[in-house]
């Protein structure tokens, strides 16, 4: 056959498509013949036209790459150029579809299946492994590996004719994410009636517009199950955790029933149309954030006043009507005298605090000019002064704990020993707020703030920073607990007024060395220490925070059900730091019985192998991991 024929699948001979060739001037070398529209009595096409129709028609393979790859867009013109960048996008679509057919293939494989026991709880919503295999390889979130496989494996099965498309170039990735996302849970009918319905068209139509069509052939398709949907979809309703932002932000994402949604959006922007309208010079968005956290957690900052309450008003009492006696049966009585309007009823108030009576707020607090020494936290002794160390031993850090209401603790003053914990001072005033950007001298004119809420459980911040950076001798950043590094400044902003404690460090890896506490329960010291030596769990690429992590054991210290007479009686693990590690609920259950291996080589130092025998060590407390498959067993990590 020649080289410039190809086998079309129906078993016809076609000719194959032919791309444009150029010059280094930018010239078309390409001859394409006539014209075929010219034979159908219309006006025949440009040149630059038969290019684009020669470009766009040509399938994504290894023709098009090779052409794509020989290239020289510089002398290529802009028309021309745009389809170069379509062509490119067909590639991507094609080798999209291709790594979902070897992610599929992968999740079929046995060993991406395990058995998981009983015991330890009921089955997690993710049986498959193939996600936690691929997110340790390849660096992804484990939510996003887990979306992946669960994709690839819809797009290999049930909307296969959207995985076809989408290795045809028909469809981006973008738009087979819209049809799997909402077909996935759809029965065997409707995903196909759907898929037939947007399917021929869906390459002339954006994402979005691609999205409420599906929704609409859904309704059509099955408009009995609406309700059904909806109650499903309503299960689904959450709160994420913060999620990291660039200066010192962090985002959350809520979702919630869209009539649920529509009263916060609304009781959210009444309030701040209601503050802006009495003089606060914030604007609409920030005032609609501040005054989230304002319901929710009940800390009004000074920097943030003037500060207002929002109080949801009941509804009006609907009045019974009275019962109509025979009279009123027969009489009628007409009034020319016109009814004054009625009020419509609030449902909400703005109330700004300085107007709040502070004595009605149940559990206000008054600032004195001298108020007594505060006492410590219920059943913690005076935190003891540590020794002195020498100047090329460890750095001490101080991690102070952001309460609502805190107990009294002072700051060291820049006088102070580095080495010493902080004395217990007079509290002149209450604790300064976490949104605060700047240490200022305290104002002992007391803040009425929002007292609804004060020391609410969880309504809290941990901050870790060096205590050369508290004293002010350096700008070095803080840690915020479950966010990241965070600036010199907010970082003794935030620490200012906490409770202490003491942590020691290595000054040259900064790996914690010891942790010191007032009360002695080494239990919970060796807790703490563990968690604030790695941070976060110790599986490759989870960022999830130790403070909500499971503590566990690297070697077993129980034997497991089930094992042999003859292993009941090896020994087991310590409970120590080596060999100790914090891991969240799913990889917890992945080293339990997903099948995942997990060695504590030193303490903080992991290493795991995973069903398909890939080997990674990570030391959390660092933030850094190493695919050492390749790599031969001696070597050392390159941490």
């Known amino acids: 056959m020649a080289s410039d024929l190809q086998e079309h699948p129906d078993g016809d001979v076609v000719a194959a498509p032919v791309l444009p060739v150029y010059a280094p001037d930018g010239t078309c070398l390409t001859d394409f013949g006539p014209d075929p529209v010219v034979a159908a009595g219309r006006a025949p096409r440009t040149s630059e036209q038969r290019q684009v129709e020669a470009i766009a028609s040509c399938p994504p393979g290894p023709v098009l790459d090779a052409w794509l790859r020989g290239l020289d867009q510089r002398v290529v013109s802009s028309t021309v150029l745009v389809e170069v960048v ?8 094609h080798l999209h579809a291709r790594k979902l057919a070897a992610v599929a293939e992968l999740a079929s494989r046995q060993e991406m299946r395990p058995d998981w026991s009983p015991l330890a709880g009921a089955p997690p919503t993710q049986s498959s492994v193939a996600g936690d295999e691929l997110a340790m390889r390849l660096g992804w979130a484990r939510m996003t590996a887990s979306r992946v496989v669960r994709r690839a494996v819809v797009l290999d099965g049930l909307l296969g004719a959207t995985g076809e498309a989408l290795e045809a170039g028909h469809v981006d990735a973008a738009k087979a994410e819209v049809l799997a996302a909402a077909l996935t849970d759809q029965s065997f009918q409707v995903a196909h009636a759907v898929e037939d319905a947007v399917l021929p068209d869906a390459d002339q139509c954006s994402v979005a517009e691609l999205r409420q069509r599906v929704q609409r052939e859904i309704r059509l398709a099955d408009p009995d199950g609406a309700a059904d949907r909806h109650e499903r979809a309503r299960c689904t309703r959450r709160v ?23 009263r916060v959006d609304g009781v959210l922007d009444h309030a701040a149309r209601a503050a802006k309208a009495v003089g606060d010079g914030r604007t609409l968005d920030q005032l609609r954030a501040d005054g989230l956290r304002d319901l929710v957690v009940g800390d009004v900052p000074e920097s943030d006043g003037p500060a207002f309450e929002v109080r949801l008003d009941p509804p009006a009492p609907v009045l019974p009507k009275p019962r109509r006696s025979a009279e009123d049966l027969t009489t009628t009585t007409f009034s020319l005298t016109p009814r004054p309007p009625v009020e419509p009823v609030p449902t909400a108030t703005i109330v700004p605090l300085h107007e709040v009576d502070p004595s009605a707020a149940t559990g206000a607090r008054r600032a004195t000019a001298d108020p007594p020494v505060a006492a410590p936290a219920p059943g913690a002794s005076p935190t003891p002064a540590a020794e002195p160390a020498p100047a090329a031993e460890p750095t001490h850090l101080a991690t102070p704990t952001r309460v609502a209401e805190p107990t009294g603790v002072g700051v060291p003053t820049p006088d102070a020993d580095p080495t010493r914990a902080p004395e217990p001072t007079r509290a002149a005033a209450p604790a300064a707020p976490a949104a605060r950007t700047a240490i200022a001298p305290r104002s002992t004119a007391p803040r009425r703030g929002c007292t609804r809420c004060s020391g609410r459980p969880g309504a809290e911040v941990r901050i870790t920073l060096a205590a050369s950076t508290l004293m002010g001798l350096d700008d070095q950043p803080g840690d915020l607990a479950g966010y990241g590094p965070v600036d010199a400044v907010r970082a003794r902003a935030l620490a200012a007024g906490g409770v202490w404690r003491r942590l020691v460090t290595d000054p040259v890896t900064h790996r914690v060395l010891d942790v010191g506490r007032g009360r002695y329960r080494p239990p919970v010291a060796l807790d703490e220490l563990v968690r604030a030596r790695d941070g976060t769990c110790v599986a490759p690429g989870c960022t999830v925070p130790a403070c909500r992590c499971e503590l566990d054991h690297t070697e077993e210290f129980h034997p497991r059900p089930g094992t042999d007479a003859d292993d009941q009686d090896a020994p087991r693990g310590r409970t120590d730091a080596g060999n100790l590690g914090p891991l969240c609920h799913r990889h917890h259950r992945l080293k339990t019985d997903g099948g995942f291996r997990l060695r504590q080589i030193e303490p903080g130092l992991f290493e795991w192998i995973t069903p398909t025998g890939h080997r990674y060590l990570t030391r959390p407390g660092t933030g850094r991991s190493h695919d050492a498959t390749a790599d031969p067993h001696d070597e050392r990590p390159p941490f």
């Open 86 to 93: 379509a062509a490119i996008d067909r590639m991507e679509s």
């Open 240 to 262: 994420t955790h913060p999620r990291p932002q660039p200066d010192g932000m962090a985002s959350m994402w809520l979702v919630l029933a869209a009539e649920d949604a529509t």
